[in-house]
Each structure stands twice: as C-alpha cells, then as structure tokens.
C-alpha cells in the first residue's frame, strides 16, 4: 500500500513538472491522474488497490467515532440514573484475529464499549479476557464485538 501511495505521490509531482503548475490544482489533477494509472497497472503491482484499503480504513474511524459518541452518552446515562441496576462481571471472547495489530486494536475498541475493558489475552491471542458492567448481556456483547469490530478489522487488515 505505501509503495502505491508513494508512486502515486511521484506521479502527482511529475505532473506537476510536466505541466509547469506548481498550485493545489495541478498536484490535484496529478494525483487524481496518477490514481488512474495506478488502477490500470494494479495487474502488475503485487498488492491490492490501495483506495479499497483507504476506504475500509476511512470505515473503520467512522466507526470508532460513532461507538464513541454512543458510549459517552451510555456511561452518562448510568451516571445520571439515581439508581445503579447493573450486574458486573467477566466473559471471554473467542477471536479469529492472529496478529498482535489486529487483537490490539480490537482491545481498544472493546474499552470503548460501555463498561468494557479487556483485562488479558490469551498466549494463544485467541481468546480475550473481558470485564463487563452488565454481564447478563454479555452474549449480546460479544454478538456485537463480533459483527462490528472483528469484521471490520478484518476487511482492513486482510483485504
């Protein structure tokens, strides 16, 4: 991905060169040039095309974003409420994520879940530790850590 991105940099200033406009336009016309190239010579270039990537990575801080504004607004909930019903507890988490990028990025999502945190990861880095508020929900937790985070960080990392 970095080699495409740099490529694609080197294209945009030599454009740039060739067109004798050195302005935010002309390196954007460059780039966005560059950017075709790129998508027609991806045969011969061993990676993915690297906007995809961009794109999955672009998704994955919306949704870092979002499960902030949520859980800020949830933990405030609990706050604010004159009385605590909660059920505090602790779960495991069978992950398919294998590299220690990826198992890092899904404990720091995890904290970001209401009253969640993971305590320890396996040796294996297959199963996560969890600390929960609410355990009773703790199946419909690891449902959602599975379908949200997991499958997101897979597209970035995988694909």
Request: with cysteine; charged share 15%.
């Amino acid at each position: 991905m970095s080699f495409q991105i740099i490529l694609n940099l080197i294209l945009a200033f030599v454009w740039m060169f060739l067109t004798n406009n050195w302005s935010y336009q002309g390196f954007t016309i460059g780039y966005l040039i560059g950017l075709v190239c790129i998508y027609f010579l991806r045969r011969f270039i061993p990676y993915s095309f690297y906007v995809r990537k961009l794109y999955f990575i672009i998704r994955i801080l919306l949704l870092f974003f979002t499960e902030l504004v949520v859980s800020s607004y949830d933990v405030l909930k609990h706050v604010v409420s004159p009385k605590l019903n909660i059920q505090p507890g602790i779960f495991t988490l069978h992950t398919e994520l294998d590299t220690e990028w990826e198992i890092t990025i899904l404990s720091l999502l995890i904290a970001l879940t209401p009253g969640t945190v993971t305590l320890e990861i396996s040796p294996q880095r297959n199963i996560l530790y969890i600390h929960a508020m609410d355990v009773p929900k703790a199946e419909v937790t690891v449902t959602l850590i599975k379908e949200k985070f997991e499958r997101k960080i897979m597209e970035v990392s995988r694909k």
